[in-house]
């Protein structure tokens, strides 16, 4: 049983039937489905926001956000509700894959102008579309020209300035190996602050944009990878099997897709063949 802190103990009053509203504000708003599991995180991650609008209770703040004024609250709501952890090459094996397989079987049936499309599906604070960014520049290096973009989408648009300033704290590159954090994040005047600034050739192969991924997407593909991580795990099941759909579409024949650890397209799908671990590759 999870053990909560009781409601006159609480900073703010905060009932079922607040955490209730604010479960299917979020999945109506994301598409992502809280569980029981996830109250005193939502508590915790909202509190800031009720001190900050003067609200006395939780209640109060639903109100809030259903009224007609709450469009810009509601970008505040989504972007503390969902999580947004990331590291530098999070999930090593993907990056190792991307390097040693998925880019030289490209390489290998593409001709003339070689053209690579790549999206990070839940990008944070950039992290790991950085992360491809290092290894694909290093496969298939600048100066043979290849014509390479990288689109990186994340529902939080706070996360997002921060991924496209591209500047991290010193100890964020620690688990980067030594020639890369050499080769990639130059020592400058933002070292001497404690931040590191991605190197501006790197950032260009990256368009960063806000995207609600139950939402109507803009671009047509197709894609030779997409890496979705540690996000549809917060979706049900018809809601993956739509998403992962969505996925399979816009990838090219033969197209990736990488998941997170704990997540599985097993009973999601049968457009995708398993060739390694969460490494999913389209089969039709």
């Known amino acids: 049983m999870i053990q909560t802190a009781p409601e006159w103990d609480r900073e703010f009053i905060f009932t079922e039937q607040d955490f209730y509203v604010l479960r299917e504000l979020i999945n109506r708003h994301t598409g992502i489905c809280l569980s029981e599991a996830k109250k005193e995180l939502v508590y915790s991650r909202l509190t800031r926001r009720l001190r900050q609008l003067k609200l006395k209770s939780f209640a109060k703040y639903c109100q809030y956000l259903q009224s007609?004024?709450?469009g810009e609250e509601l970008v505040h709501f989504i972007n503390a509700v969902t999580t947004n952890l990331t590291a530098f090459f999070r999930e090593p094996h993907h990056f190792e894959y991307l390097c040693r397989s998925l880019l030289p079987e490209l390489a290998a049936k593409k001709s003339g102008k070689q053209r690579y499309r790549f999206w990070?599906?839940?990008c944070s604070t950039g992290e790991e579309p950085y992360s491809m960014a290092m290894c694909i520049s290093e496969t298939?290096?600048?100066?043979?020209?290849?014509?390479i973009k990288i689109l990186a989408t994340d529902l939080d648009s706070s996360v997002l300035d921060v991924a496209i300033s591209g500047l991290y704290p010193i100890e964020k590159l620690k688990v980067i190996l030594p020639h890369r954090q050499n080769k990639w994040f130059p020592k400058g005047e933002s070292f001497n602050h404690g931040l590191m600034?991605?190197?501006p050739d790197l950032q260009n192969l990256i368009t960063f944009r806000q995207l609600n991924l139950m939402h109507e997407w803009p671009m047509k593909?197709?894609?030779?990878?997409?890496f979705c991580r540690n996000v549809v795990i917060y979706f049900d099941k018809s809601t993956q099997r739509i998403l992962v759909d969505r996925f399979a579409n816009l990838l090219g024949p033969g197209g990736y897709l990488f998941l997170g650890h704990s997540e599985s397209l097993f009973k999601v799908t049968d457009r995708f063949k398993l060739v390694g671990q969460t490494i999913y590759q389209k089969i039709r």
């Open 68 to 70: 007609e004024s709450s």
């Open 120 to 122: 990070s599906a839940g």
């Open 140 to 147: 298939l290096p600048f100066e043979n020209s290849f014509d």
């Open 197 to 199: 600034q991605v190197r």
């Open 221 to 226: 593909g197709p894609f030779d990878a997409i």
